[in-house]
């Protein structure tokens, strides 16, 4: 079982940065990959970012490549998503998430992650 808390979303204003952080506990392997996705109402979870739990090998939608790093914190076990040039189209509820499978490549697909946190609100204004 693993459990993910998520921290640091927030109001902020077009172009200005903020970084969440996941924070997992439980038992978590190096083969893991922790995901962050993204969903307003209405829209299907969409990818942002995913990195694996190991901090190597990283995987980013297209929306979001030289905005968005992904990266693991190890002062603070935490994977954290930094975004700078925040753009009101980023407005959504962040979600962290892990995929348990050991892959060949990074997963994109919300349903191929097994536990998620419960979310932070990321609000960009223009």
């Known amino acids: 079982q693993v459990q993910l808390v998520e921290s640091g979303g927030g109001l902020v204003q077009a172009g200005a940065s903020l970084r969440l952080s996941c924070a997992p506990s439980g038992e978590m392997y190096s083969a893991y990959t922790v995901g962050w996705f993204r969903q307003t109402p209405g829209k299907e979870r969409e990818f942002v970012a995913a990195?694996?739990?190991?901090?190597?090998?990283?995987k980013y939608a297209d929306s979001v490549k030289g905005r968005f790093t992904i990266f693991r914190n190890n002062a603070k076990s935490t994977i954290d998503l930094q975004m700078n040039s925040l753009k009101p189209a980023d407005t959504a509820v962040y979600y962290c998430?892990?995929?348990?499978?050991?892959?060949?490549?990074?997963?994109?697909?919300?349903?191929?992650?097994?536990?998620w946190g419960q979310g932070t609100q990321v609000t960009v204004s223009s």
């Open positions: 998430a892990v995929d348990t499978r050991d892959r060949v490549q990074l997963t994109t697909p919300a349903n191929e992650y097994d536990y």
């Open positions: 990195i694996t739990w190991r901090g190597g090998r990283t």
